[in-house]
Nanobody
C-alpha cells in the first residue's frame, strides 16, 4: 500500500520561502507520476506541479517560475521548493502519486484510475501579507 506523508508547511510572510517534503513508502518511485496539489478554503483542488510519466516537470501558471518540484531520492519521495510566496498561495498542500501505465502504441501515461492514485494527508501553508 502506497503511503505519502507531507511535511514542511507553516506560516511565512509574503516574499518568503518554504520547502515541502513528501516521504513515500510502499512503492517504487520510478513506477509512479508524482505531484503536488493544493486546496484553499472555498476553492477547488488544483494541480500545481508534476513529474510526469516520462520524467518531465510541469507547473500551473500560478506558480511557474516560483515553485520547483524535485525528487527526494533519500526518502523515495518528493520536494516542493516554494519561493516568492504570495498570500494567494495559502492552502492545504497535498502530495500525490499516480501509477504509470503502459498503453500499447501510445507509451507511458499517468493513470487516472482511482485505485492507481494516492494522496497524503496534507500540510498547511499560510502566507501573510
Amino acid at each position: 500500500q502506497v503511503q505519502l506523508v507531507e511535511s514542511g508547511g507553516g506560516s511565512v510572510q509574503a516574499g518568503g520561502s518554504l520547502r515541502l517534503s513528501c516521504a513515500a513508502s510502499g512503492y517504487t518511485f520510478g513506477n509512479y507520476c508524482m505531484g503536488w496539489f493544493r486546496q484553499a478554503p472555498g476553492k477547488e483542488r488544483e494541480g500545481i506541479a508534476r513529474i510526469g510519466s516520462e520524467g518531465s516537470t510541469t507547473y500551473a501558471d500560478a506558480v511557474k517560475g516560483r515553485f520547483t518540484i524535485s525528487p527526494d531520492i533519500a526518502k523515495n519521495g518528493l520536494y516542493l521548493q516554494m519561493n516568492s510566496l504570495k498570500p494567494e498561495d495559502s492552502a492545504m498542500y497535498y502530495c500525490t502519486a499516480a501509477r504509470r501505465r503502459l498503453i500499447a502504441g501510445f507509451g507511458f501515461v499517468c493513470s487516472t484510475v482511482k485505485a492507481d492514485n494516492y494522496w497524503g494527508q496534507g500540510t498547511q501553508v499560510t502566507v501573510s501579507s
